[in-house]
């Protein structure tokens, strides 16, 4: 079993659409969680951290539920540049990072 | 300000000949991590050197790999000899804050695609 799992897609969504990524991880002792994005043949940048409480950052939410050890992504009023790949990623300390395999967003005109 | 470069973007090399990647991270980073994807797979750890010391080196495949950063300030990763199944993008990350047990946001490189033929 991975340590983080994602749901691959690729998510083809039109213009405007809301998209929700969702993320599972095995780890209990994980510290801290992020969302981060990949475009293609570049490196991860951070798009977000992720709290217990939820946060939000314009269109982008997201969400931790530490009990059922599981991370989501929401993505308002999709733009044609949100197309990337997202990875889920979990620090399980001193930055030594766990990445999911990445859900690839694929937003049409 | 430059953020983490690495050399060279693209090798192609034989298998059982010998690579040196190198990364230069942002500057007064104490934390530098490499890590590597291979095709089909997820990013994954290999290494964390604060300043020039290894923090943490669980994630090296086996002991053809060999990471050093003297002084503390850039890094290399050698391949020795080389195996096919060594071929991805080596990816070098760099971060600032070094207390306890989160080193802040990591910042990436473009990565060091690595082809073994």
């Known amino acids: 079993r991975k340590e983080v799992e994602q749901d691959p897609g690729p998510f083809n969504v039109p213009e405007g659409a809301t998209v929700a990524f969702n993320c599972t991880y095995s780890?209990?002792?994980?510290?801290?969680f992020f969302w981060y994005r990949q475009d293609c043949r570049k490196e991860p940048k951070l798009l977000m951290s992720?709290?217990?409480s939820g946060n939000e950052d314009g269109r982008f939410t997201a969400q931790l539920n530490r009990a059922s050890q599981y991370i989501s992504l929401l993505i308002r009023d999709s733009k044609l540049s949100d197309s990337a790949t997202y990875l889920c990623?979990?620090?399980?300390?001193?930055?030594?990072?766990?990445f999911g395999q990445g859900t690839e967003l694929s937003v049409k005109p | 300000e430059a953020g983490v470069t690495q050399f060279p973007s693209h090798s192609v090399i034989e298998k059982g000949q010998t690579v040196t990647l190198r990364c230069d991270p942002i500057?007064?980073?104490?934390?530098l991590y490499w890590y590597r994807r291979v095709m089909g797979k997820e990013i994954k750890f290999l290494l964390h050197?604060?300043?020039?010391?290894?923090?943490?080196e669980s994630g090296m495949p086996n002991n053809r790999f060999l990471a050093e950063r003297t002084g503390g300030t850039y890094s290399t990763l050698k391949v020795q000899p080389a195996e096919l199944e060594d071929s991805g993008v080596y990816f070098c990350?760099?971060?600032?804050?070094?207390?306890?047990?989160?080193?802040?946001?990591?910042?990436f490189g473009e990565g060091s695609r690595l082809t073994v033929l």
């Open positions: 990350a760099s971060s600032s804050n070094s207390l306890g047990g989160y080193a802040g946001e990591l910042f």
């Open positions: 780890n209990s002792a994980s510290q801290s």
């Open positions: 992720v709290y217990s």
């Open positions: 990623v979990v620090n399980m300390g001193w930055g030594k990072l766990i």
């Open positions: 500057s007064g980073h104490d934390n």
């Open positions: 050197f604060v300043k020039e010391s290894k923090q943490d």
